[in-house]
């Protein structure tokens, strides 16, 4: 069979190289995105290998004329696949799944990060400012995180928190069973009240929408660290900016922000972007920003690509695919 990867990074060529002799494919590379523009590049391919790009019913239409039956995202978030399209023209698409440690090591390193301030102690000690104004810290040992969204990498989190003697309450539509005498799970309107830090792990569906808002906002401590590894999406960005500036939310961390994919993994140096939120969330001492890099370690970037591949194979040859969604 033949796959056709778009979005490709020069970091993941050796994969793709490795993993194609492995599975015995034959592959496309293109470091363009599928787009109407660039979908002709699929034709003799059975499987398409992309990462966050839109990927809408004129896609997709275009996709069943060429004679692709499947649709691989490199990546857990399955969003920007208009999967009512796919299952209306009969093709398949699934996600992947990659190392739990990348996002789940990254969320603690941000969770500590906040705590400590380190983005205002790095740039301070950058001009020679040695001073400890306004940079005196928290111990996490002391505090309640609250972790929305138990799924793998929320779990992760959790195990990786405990070592450190914090108290975690945790909220989940599905509470795991599994992890009840590790963690306490509660309303979610109860965690909101009594985290000093929240951490977002959950996906980005209907019921998750602007979940972070003026009206849970209102609900929790002053000074409460909001922490997002997980989708933009979570968060109402307006409202987050508000609460900062009231000073409700003490610090955030945000590896994602809403109406982030036009930017992130490009370059605008000497650019003006558009993105009004994004330079305003910038401007403040207390919110440290990362441009959606908390997948990026060897071994995840290694397990999308085997991963997509091994996913887009099983479909093609009618064997079971424990990453296709439709």
């Known amino acids: 069979m033949k796959i056709a990867f778009f979005s490709v990074r ?82 398949h698409a699934g996600n992947v799944s990659y190392s739990l440690a990348s996002v789940a090591e990254y969320t603690v390193m941000l969770i500590l990060m906040a705590l400590r301030n380190i983005k205002l102690i790095v740039e301070r000690f950058a001009s020679q400012d040695f001073s400890l104004n306004n940079i005196r ?31 975690i309450i945790a909220y989940d539509i599905y509470p795991n069973e599994k992890i009840k005498d590790t963690v306490e799970y509660v309303s979610l309107e109860k965690l909101f009240k009594e985290s000093d830090v929240i951490t977002l792990h959950a996906p980005s569906i209907e019921k998750t929408y602007h979940m ?78 990362t441009p959606h890099t908390a997948f990026f370690t060897n071994q995840a970037v290694s397990d999308m690509v085997e991963y997509s591949i091994m996913s887009s194979k099983a479909t093609y040859e009618n064997k079971d695919n424990p990453w296709q969604i439709v």
């Open 212 to 289: 972070i808002n003026k009206d849970s906002l209102s609900t929790m401590k002053d000074g409460v660290v909001i922490i997002n590894t997980a989708r933009g999406t979570l968060i109402d960005t307006d409202d987050m900016i508000e609460a900062i500036e009231n000073k409700k939310i003490g610090y955030a961390a945000l590896d994602v922000i809403e109406n982030e994919s036009h930017l992130y993994y490009k370059e605008y140096k000497n650019e003006v972007i558009s993105h009004r939120q994004l330079a305003i969330l910038r401007s403040f001492p207390n919110v440290l920003l």
């Open 10 to 91: 020069d970091d993941e060529i050796d994969f793709i190289q490795t993993f194609s002799k492995k599975y015995q494919i034959e592959v496309s590379i293109s470091r363009e995105a599928l787009t109407l523009e660039t979908v002709h590049e699929c034709q003799n391919a059975q499987a398409v290998s992309i990462m966050t790009t839109k990927t809408d019913e004129k896609i997709i239409e275009k996709l069943k004329e060429y004679g692709i039956i499947y649709i691989s995202t490199r990546t857990i978030g399955f969003d920007h696949i208009d999967l009512k399209a796919c299952e209306e023209s009969g093709i």
């Open 137 to 167: 810290g928290k111990e996490l040992t002391h505090l309640t995180v609250g972790v929305i969204g138990t799924g793998k990498i929320g779990q992760e989190v959790i195990r990786y928190l405990s070592g450190f003697s914090c108290h």
